[in-house]
């Protein structure tokens, strides 16, 4: 696969599209939090994939770290317009206000909270803590993976992983609401370090 990826085989590029597209959506919507940006990040990676094929190396297993390297970078980027656009928009008149279609749309808005929950949390940690976060744990690759994903040594993504937890674990001990009903979610951070509690198991 590798090799028919860097000779430009179409049919093979489309095939891996198809095996990991979801995969690098879902890695952009865990760091933008946003569905649209996420599929904005999607398409730029795979646009990205298809223009750099020949860095490939020929030699490797899966092909998920080198495209989820290029989601990450691209998150960061379209994360960085996102602010820069807000903080335009904060000096314009509020627009006015707009019908409420919650009625139609209470799936995506229930979807929606629980993502800014995750979201909300996961702002809070390094952007570097935070991709190596959700490379390991929501993406599911491994120490060696993450760091060619990234470019960096294993020892730092070993560092960083750590680093993530243990702000992730302040977090939720400091937002500790009234006691929930058995199985609630009590915290932002609580909702976000729940693939963490789970890992451990």
Same mark, same amino acid.
């Given at each position: 696969? $590798?090799?028919?990826?860097?000779?430009?085989?179409?049919?093979?590029?489309?095939?891996?599209?198809?095996?990991?597209?979801?995969?690098?959506?879902?890695?952009?919507?865990? +760091?933008?939090?946003? !569905? #649209?940006?996420?599929?904005?990040?999607?398409? =730029?990676?795979?646009?990205?994939? !298809? *223009?750099? &094929?020949?860095?490939?190396?020929?030699?490797?297993? %899966?092909?998920?770290? !080198?495209?989820?390297?290029?989601?990450?970078?691209?998150?960061?980027?379209?994360?960085?317009?996102? &602010? *820069?656009?807000?903080?335009?928009?904060?000096? /314009?008149? @509020?627009?006015?206000?707009?019908?409420?279609?919650?009625?139609?749309?209470?799936?995506?808005?229930?979807?929606?909270? &629980?993502?800014?929950?995750?979201?909300?949390? +996961? #702002?809070?940690?390094?952007?570097?803590?935070?991709?190596?976060?959700?490379?390991?744990? !929501?993406?599911? +690759?491994?120490?060696?993976?993450?760091?060619? @994903?990234?470019?960096?040594?294993?020892?730092?993504?070993?560092?960083?992983? %750590? /680093? @993530?937890?243990? $702000?992730?674990?302040?977090? %939720?001990? =400091?937002?500790?609401?009234?006691?929930?009903?058995?199985?609630?979610?009590?915290? =932002?951070?609580?909702?976000?370090?729940?693939? +963490?509690?789970?890992?451990?198991?």
């Amino acid at each position: 696969m $590798r090799a028919r990826i860097r000779a430009g085989d179409r049919q093979a590029f489309a095939a891996m599209y198809e095996e990991y597209a979801r995969t690098v959506y879902n890695h952009a919507l865990r +760091l933008t939090g946003d !569905w #649209s940006a996420a599929e904005e990040v999607m398409s =730029e990676t795979f646009l990205a994939a !298809w *223009r750099t &094929r020949a860095t490939v190396e020929p030699d490797g297993g %899966s092909l998920r770290p !080198w495209l989820l390297g290029i989601a990450t970078h691209k998150a960061h980027n379209v994360n960085r317009g996102l &602010r *820069r656009r807000l903080a335009f928009l904060a000096g /314009r008149p @509020a627009p006015p206000p707009v019908a409420d279609f919650a009625d139609e749309t209470a799936g995506r808005i229930d979807d929606a909270r &629980r993502l800014a929950a995750v979201h909300g949390a +996961l #702002s809070r940690l390094r952007r570097q803590d935070r991709e190596v976060l959700t490379l390991c744990v !929501w993406s599911g +690759l491994d120490y060696a993976q993450t760091a060619e @994903a990234l470019g960096v040594p294993v020892g730092t993504v070993r560092s960083r992983l %750590s /680093r @993530a937890r243990a $702000r992730l674990g302040r977090l %939720s001990e =400091e937002n500790q609401e009234p006691r929930a009903a058995r199985g609630a979610v009590e915290s =932002e951070a609580a909702f976000a370090a729940l693939p +963490l509690q789970e890992e451990a198991r």
